[in-house]
């Protein structure tokens, strides 16, 4: 199956600071999403985005699907920006029912 | 709109116990998966089913069974919990087909059901 690779695995940044995270697959991909799991446990849809670029408020997302990587940017971070980050995709081609493989996630701590 | 909804979100079973976790979903999704969730790790999947009535074996489906008797619910059953359950449970679900303008094939997860198994 698909490989979905995350970095940095853990990130520590104080308010204010801006990041980039990364997320590599091995295949080509029909689905790409990004999720935020806060820290009650909860999956927040971030962004779908199998190609190109997208913007929601201080944070967006792109993928170059042709070189297999996406990378997620958050500007001005938040002490609410804290959690785990995951990176999730299913393989391109034949029918793969969008079963999602996720990354091993980052987690971002934001200190006041 | 309720979105995707799990009960229950809490759960204490002792080895050998059975128990039903149950998934469902108000938004007419074809498409519902179950998730498991260890510590460090990222979800790893569970089962599946692409509509009524079919289901299919995810990446770790040993020790679990589900059911889809109707499109808008998705259980998943312990017949004989065993410690090495012990996780936390996400069920999600999306339209079938993928079309990034519409985001179609976007997964909507539930809040998450905390099992533990002595």
């Known amino acids: 199956g698909i490989q979905v690779e995350q970095s940095p695995p853990d990130l520590i940044l104080q308010e204010g600071a801006n990041s980039t995270l990364r997320c590599n697959f091995s295949d080509s991909v029909n689905n790409l999403q990004w999720f935020h799991q806060n820290p009650w446990g909860q999956l927040i849809n971030l962004f779908y985005i199998p190609s190109g670029t997208k913007q929601n408020g201080r944070l967006s997302a792109t993928t170059v699907a042709t070189e297999r990587y996406s990378l997620l940017y958050i500007s001005s971070s938040q002490t609410t920006d804290s959690g785990v980050y995951f990176c999730a995709a299913d393989r391109a081609g034949g029918t793969s029912y969008g079963k999602l493989t996720f990354g091993q996630g980052t987690i971002l701590t934001v200190h006041p | 709109n309720a979105g995707v909804t799990q009960t229950p979100k809490f759960r204490v079973l002792k080895t050998g116990q059975s128990m039903t976790l149950l998934c469902a979903q108000d938004?007419?999704?074809?498409?519902m998966y179950w998730y498991r969730q260890d510590p460090g790790m990222g979800l790893r999947l569970i089962h599946y089913s692409v509509g009524e009535g079919t289901t299919a074996k995810g990446e770790v489906p040993d020790g679990y069974n589900v059911s889809r008797l109707k499109k808008q619910n998705f259980l998943l059953g312990l017949e004989s919990a065993a410690p090495s359950q012990t996780s936390v449970y996400f069920c999600?679900?999306?339209?079938?087909?993928?079309?990034?303008?519409?985001?179609?094939?976007?997964?909507?997860f539930g809040e998450g059901s905390r099992l533990t198994v002595l």
């Open positions: 938004m007419n999704h074809e498409y």
């Open positions: 999600a679900s999306r339209k079938s087909g993928t079309s990034y303008i519409s985001n179609t094939g976007e997964l909507f």
